[in-house]
């Protein structure tokens, strides 16, 4: 079975500008999940997706977006990118949240200078 | 609020010699327990996981923990560290219910090994 690929690996944004990170959860598997982690700290729950909706969120503003498509695969969006928001981002699949079974990928790493 | 506290910011240890990395969390209910290692520029790996049942766990790569309710802790152990064991290692909670639930993550100990 495939693991939970992310894209891309690395990305180098300007703030104001705006990002989309993908993720294609394990097979299988119905459950996004989103993390933030930044340098030297623990991951920050963004926002979890299941079967296409939104069902639980982190603290981050507004402008942290996502999408879950009919394959279970992810988007999250990021608008109006600001310096704070340079993190490794880190795309965790499930299923059904059960057990809290996550399988992560390897992560993008956001640079926003 | 739920929370998970790994005192130890650094710590580095001689191969060979054993290892116990500190973990404190604050739940109100049963909880789920886990512990990832994350290499560098690496995503993050499942070592074991604590739902319920015998409170010592064993998991992958030689590694074992331990739940105390009693303490509130979750310390993971192994008995002799090997070079590639250096990595960082986090303490999770899982918080939430049913299809929305989320994992609250310490702050990490980082392990370097001495040769």
């Known amino acids: 079975e495939t693991g939970v690929t992310q894209s891309p690996t690395h990305l180098i944004k300007t703030r104001g500008q705006q990002v989309t990170l993908r993720c294609s959860s394990q097979s299988g598997h119905n459950t996004v999940s989103w993390y933030q982690q930044a340098l030297g700290q623990g991951p920050q729950f963004i926002f979890q997706?299941?079967?296409?909706?939104?069902?639980g969120r982190g603290n981050f503003p507004p402008r942290f977006s996502g999408l879950q498509f009919p394959n279970y695969s992810s988007e999250l969006n990021v608008n109006a990118l600001e310096l704070d928001d340079s993190a490794l981002y880190l795309c965790a699949s499930s299923l059904d949240g059960a057990g809290y079974g996550y399988t992560f990928g390897s992560g993008t790493r956001l640079t926003v200078v | 609020a739920q929370s998970v506290t790994q005192p130890d910011i650094h710590i580095t240890v001689s191969e060979g010699a054993s290892l116990e990395l500190r973990c404190n969390y604050s739940y109100g209910a049963t909880p789920y327990l886990f512990w990832y290692v994350q290499s560098p520029g690496q995503g993050l790996q499942l070592l074991l996981k604590?739902?319920?049942?015998d409170t010592l766990v064993q998991g992958i790569k030689g590694f074992e923990a331990e739940f105390k309710r009693s303490q509130s802790s979750f310390n993971l152990r192994k008995p002799s560290v090997h070079w590639s064991d250096a990595a960082e290692y986090f303490c999770a909670v899982g918080a939430g219910a049913g299809n929305n639930r989320k994992l609250i993550w310490g702050l990490g100990t980082s392990l370097a090994v001495n040769p």
């Open positions: 604590y739902f319920s049942g």
């Open positions: 997706y299941y079967r296409e909706e939104e069902n």
